[in-house]
């Protein structure tokens, strides 16, 4: 039992340190969904991953959404798309990482129901909505929403862009999301004539867009929600407040005594 939750404790320490998981999601792509998902997932996979998971629901027609990671750690939980119990009819599939989770559960008397710090970003979400999201997360992060009740799906990137995510859109709103580029190529090659690049989605920035009857999308707002020089809207590890003007000259002051 003790060596079981060693190796638990060093997997979540690897993982913690390196960038180990991939995300990907197509919406609105009407020929070959099941072909294009598992070859394109593929592509993304080549460092072999040691978990995977697309998910495909009848309510989001033309729409899959998928998620691979190199180390399993914590197998029920730590696998995404996220679903909660709570909000059963949203996921949430992220490349991050969040420092400030355990203190958002203190701060908003969030319940969770898994050990993975992803898990805030539904909470924030469902509870105050994809603004007040993004700004309240402290961490590195490149995340997507489906809100599958309201047909809503959100990107979000952190605020000086650590974690990557790509994305393609074209004319006819079909949306292709993932942490690279190369697995996009293949959905941008799908959409032919009308073609559009492969692009990043720039740093402390965060779309909605509708999600329609037939699984196309409609952008509503993009819109950057920060930019360097910003005060951080979460609650800082040290408080702003607790910084005096002078803290430096009063620490050198005690330094050289
Ligand atoms: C999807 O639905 C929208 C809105 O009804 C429509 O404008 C669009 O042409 C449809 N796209 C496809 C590929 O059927």
Not at 59 to 74: A, E, P, Q, S, Y
Not at 108 to 130: M, P, S
Not at 147 to 159: E, N, S, T, Y
Not at 208 to 237: H, I, M
């Amino acid at each position: 039992m003790r060596q079981v939750e060693h190796i638990v404790y060093l997997c979540v320490f690897i993982s913690g340190t390196t960038e180990m998981c991939g995300i990907w999601a197509v919406f609105g792509l009407t020929s070959n969904i099941h072909g294009q998902c598992s070859s394109t997932f593929y592509k993304i996979s080549h460092r072999g991953p040691d978990a995977w998971r697309l998910e495909y629901d009848q309510r989001m027609k033309n729409c899959c959404v998928g998620f691979h990671r190199l180390t399993i750690v914590d197998t029920i939980y730590g696998m995404q798309p996220m679903k909660l119990h709570k909000y059963p009819s949203s996921m949430v599939i992220c490349n991050g990482e969040l420092y400030n989770c355990k203190r958002l559960a203190e701060q908003y008397g969030f319940e969770y129901e898994t050990y993975n710090d992803v898990e805030c970003i539904l909470h924030l979400y469902h509870e105050f909505g994809i603004e007040e999201c993004v700004k309240n997360l402290d961490g590195v992060f490149g995340f997507c929403i489906v809100d599958i009740a309201k047909r809503k799906v959100f990107l979000g990137r952190d605020p000086y862009g650590v974690r990557p995510i790509f994305k393609v859109l074209s004319e006819t709103g079909v949306l292709g999301i993932c942490s690279e580029a190369k697995g996009l190529i293949e959905i941008e090659h799908e959409l032919k004539g009308d073609r559009k690049k492969v692009a990043p989605l720039p740093p402390g920035t965060f779309e909605e867009y509708d999600l329609l009857e037939n699984g196309t999308v409609k952008l509503v707002r993009s819109k950057k929600y920060f930019s360097p020089g910003d005060k951080p809207a979460f609650r800082p590890f040290v408080l702003y407040e607790d910084l005096s003007p002078n803290a430096h000259t009063d620490n050198i002051r005690k330094l050289s005594h």
